[in-house]
């Protein structure tokens, strides 16, 4: 034991709060230090979930652990998050969620009113989405050793027909479409701490997307890839996708959905709405000729009104996000670095 | 909203520690909160894990949260405790663990030294149980939210031929066994916080069971019930059974088997060794004119030379379980009642 070499490339001396804020700083925890101990050298590529063959079938599972502060905010809270973000895994992996397990961490002290109020969150939410709650585990730990509760999901699914989505199946000319406007949820929380001195008539997107999802799937338009645009928002999303592979993102400003509250608070606080949390969109790329058809489908479907094809995948700039204006000059955007919004799931 | 009768009985006014130590306590947060709330009137019979049919095929879920304290204890430490309990539970429930999904809740400024040891410690663990780490998630709270790390896993499996294990099979005139020593999980925590003035060469007992379920299935004794003895002990796991069955278990005191360093340090404490957990211990259920067969495969497999039969399954007294000694006198053993013992797993 005198003289191994270090096992993993992550220096950082400690962990802290960017390390969960799902950028640059996540990757890096996942790639040097989880992806190596954890997963081995054949570490996925960050999939929302894992596809399994269990006795001959095809099950996808995923997992996802909610720490979110305040625990309700104007549209949800952790208790229906935590359905939706395990749902939506599921749904951009291209499966239907069928079962859910539910872990309770509870900080001793916690009211039994404020705990029933997210099990019955956690229960419409389930019943909302068409999943069963099928069991789960609950610890307590001493006062000041946890914030009222964290909630752990694990979801597991089934493949819905007709989808198959991979980084491996995007192509030069695929446009990539977005579900409804970005960073809704971000802000809310952000607006929901009460730390600063802005109000706005804004709520979490917080659902399931599996009905939007569902609803391209059925007209076969030959989705590549999804991935619901949580931690890090679409900006991370599309860096991951472009750094996976090879290839560039090019997204029109003008054409992204954004409403004027995100957009004012992004302002104020300067941030890009491209890095804020959604936790009830996602994003789709899809073949250039199929992409006028899947965007027709998002809109008829409930929920899906407010879609848009936002941008297209190139063969350049390899590996790199740009946003273009309507003023004919572009910009790089990265993954979100450092961590502007602590605990938003 | 302003007339409806409550939608559950329990009346605690909030959560504390005995709510989380697998007795009583956690007993009616489950039957009377988490139950009628999260899992609806069919609430099972508190499986350890919960059986699916999926595309076709069983599958068995399972999830755990740990909260370990400390991190690191003779023979263990959280990383390999959580894959031991997940791959326990699916065990116990007749089933092979296939994959496993780890969460991490870390507290910011966790050394990354610290988490390391244990990203290795769940590898290893996985590794030696035969089971894969396919996913997970990561989320990171603020100094002073969580206590450096706490561990979420899920584990699906598959039946293991042969086994089918329910407390709906077991009958008066079974024989239960155990595959070790009990408690010393429990009693290697306690001096590991180095708040008792006591030493004892003990280790904790975590280990995957697997190996000693598989030897019993493979010759097929009539496997009837299992349960790992873990938060709450012997005791908890088999008045769950009695209760659930309304059948009576009787033990024999002086065939428990139980090294001295437990036996000394709980009547230290005023602890009776039935209520301290075991994490690589399990009871099984036998149909009598099978036990002696199942005993000597336990016996006869690494890792089992330490299994007794204990006790057996009567009629009455109806959900009781009784531990006689060998003066002819008896005593009635109840589930654990408070939380003498916090945080062990």
Known sequence: MSSTLPKFAFLDPQIDMAHGAGGKATRRLIDDLLGPLLYGTDAPLLPDSAR?????????????SFVVKPLRFPGGSIGSLAVHGTVNDLAVSGARAQALLVNLVLEAGTETAVLAAELESLSEAARAAGVKIVGGDT????????????ISTFGI??????????????????????????GDHGITILLARGDLDFEADLCSDSRSVLPLVEALAFVEVGVRWM?????????????ELAGDTGLGIVLRDDDIPLRDAVRSA?????????????????????????AEAALGVLRRTPGGADSRIIGEVREQPSGTVLVANSYGSSRVVDMLVGDPLPRIC
């Open 139 to 150: 610890k307590v730990v001493e006062k000041g050793k946890a914030d009222r509760m964290y």
């Open 266 to 290: 992004c302002e104020l606080l300067g941030l890009d709405p491209l890095h804020i949390a959604s936790e009830g969109q996602f994003l789709a790329v899809i073949a250039a000729e199929h």
């Open 157 to 182: 699914g089934v493949p819905i027909p007709g989808l198959d989505p991979s980084p491996y199946r995007v192509r030069p000319g695929d446009r990539v479409l977005i579900s409804g406007p970005v």
């Open 227 to 239: 991935r619901d645009p949580t931690r890090g928002g679409v900006a991370t999303a599309l860096n």
């Open 52 to 64: 399994l063959e269990i006795a001959g079938s095809q099950v996808l599972a995923t997992s996802d």
